[in-house]
T-cell receptor, first 115, second 112 residues
Framework: NAGVMQNPRHLVRRRGQEARLRCSPMKGHSHVYWYRQLPEEGLKFMVY????????ESGMPKERFSAEFPKEGPSILRIQQVVRGDSAAYFC?????????????FGDGTRLSIL | GENVEQHPSTLSVQEGDSAVIKCTYS??????FPWYKQELGKRPQLIIDIRSNVGEKKDQRIAVTLNKTAKHFSLHITETQPEDSAVYFCAASKEDTDKLIFGTGTRLQVFP
């Protein structure tokens, strides 16, 4: 029973390039959440998605960042024209979404480094 | 917006002693409070959670207490072991948003 799968584990980009981070939720989970963790800090909520719907993007910067969770395939967090400040660990979590508050289980994260 | 404060930021204990980490939340509508353990370079792992309809929950050496009136909740680890060393995060959530608001973390070190 595979857990939340994220790839790549490490991603290096130069300033101005695009970064694409992928997340496949646990089997049977239909809700996906993205969080960002700066070094030595806590996790900050970015966006909450269900299949083909963005439910809450209140934590995501308005510019350069976008997220999707298509009907088929993984959820994608996309960062355009990356800057040094985007360097962080990006974690994806998933939950069953069966109604009521369900535990969120995290993937191993993608560590993004901007040169 | 919702805010979660967590104390202490670092905690050192001797093996076998107890450790207590405290969190305070600001939104009285919050009704779900998980705790995560994160080892260096690893994913946050859910270790215990509590909902607002109960005041205490226990799982072996770990317990969580919730005081809704005071809006604070605590993690208690008894008989600590060196493998308990990690960063612990509390979080709060409410039903209409589902997003987790995390505390700033507590680095626990258990010395043999």
């Amino acid at each position: 029973n595979a857990g939340v799968m994220q790839n790549p584990r490490h991603l290096v980009r130069r300033r101005g390039q695009e970064a694409r981070l992928r997340c496949s939720p646990m089997k049977g989970h239909s809700h996906v959440y993205w969080y960002r963790q700066l070094p030595e800090e806590g996790l900050k909520f970015m966006v909450y998605l269900q299949k083909e719907n963005i439910i809450d993007e209140s934590g995501m910067p308005k510019e350069r960042f976008s997220a999707e969770f298509p009907k088929e395939g993984p959820s994608i967090l996309r960062i355009q024209q990356v800057v040094r400040g985007d360097s962080a660990a990006y974690f994806c979590a998933s939950s069953p979404g069966m109604g009521g508050l369900q535990p969120q289980h995290f993937g191993d994260g993608t560590r993004l480094s901007i040169l | 917006g919702e805010n979660v404060e967590q104390h202490p930021s670092t905690l050192s204990v001797q093996e076998g002693d107890s450790a207590v980490i405290k969190c305070t939340y600001s939104d009285s509508a919050s009704n779900y409070f998980p705790w995560y353990k994160q080892e260096l370079g690893k994913r946050p792992q859910l270790i215990i959670d509590i909902r607002s309809n109960v005041g205490e929950k226990k799982d072996q050496r770990i317990a969580v207490t919730l005081n809704k009136t005071a809006k604070h909740f605590s993690l208690h680890i008894t008989e600590t072991q060196p493998e308990d060393s990690a960063v612990y995060f509390c979080a709060a959530s409410k039903e209409d948003t589902d997003k987790l608001i995390f505390g700033t973390g507590t680095r626990l070190q258990v010395f043999p």
